[in-house]
């Protein structure tokens, strides 16, 4: 069974840094997509970066400061993070899709597998 593990998260001041990994295990994760979410208290879960084919994608709002990468021998994805704003905080999410279309790449619904989560909280 498919299974993802995030982990990284934790509390840091404005400007500190974090880096997220997910570690994947149970399938084939080599050509799925593969993404960050994340979800603060009372909002809706919210794209924050993507990895497809080789390529990255980001939501506006980390662009600059946030970057994706994927480690196909480990099965593993990484989300560093700089400069962190206390907006930055939620919790964050991984999650892969092997069947994510371009146009649904932000779209939380086109992922199959999803992991835990871990909360990530920047003070001010």
């Known amino acids: 069974q498919a299974q993802l593990v995030e982990s990284g998260g934790g509390l840091v001041e404005t400007g500190g840094s974090l880096r997220l990994s997910c570690a994947a295990s149970g399938s084939s994760f080599t050509r799925n997509a593969m993404a960050w979410f994340r979800q603060g208290p009372g909002q809706e879960r919210e794209f924050v970066a993507a990895i497809r084919m080789g390529n990255t994608y980001y939501a506006d709002s980390v662009k600059g400061r946030f970057t994706i990468s994927k480690d196909n021998a480990k099965t593993a994805v990484y989300l560093q993070m700089n400069s962190l704003k206390p907006e930055d905080t939620a919790v964050y999410y991984c999650?892969?899709?092997?069947?994510?279309?371009?146009?649904?790449?932000?779209?939380?619904?086109?992922?199959?597998?999803w992991g835990q989560g871990t909360q990530v909280t920047v003070s001010s």
């Open positions: 999650a892969a899709g092997p069947t994510v279309i371009l146009s649904r790449l932000r779209v939380p619904d086109a992922y199959n597998y």
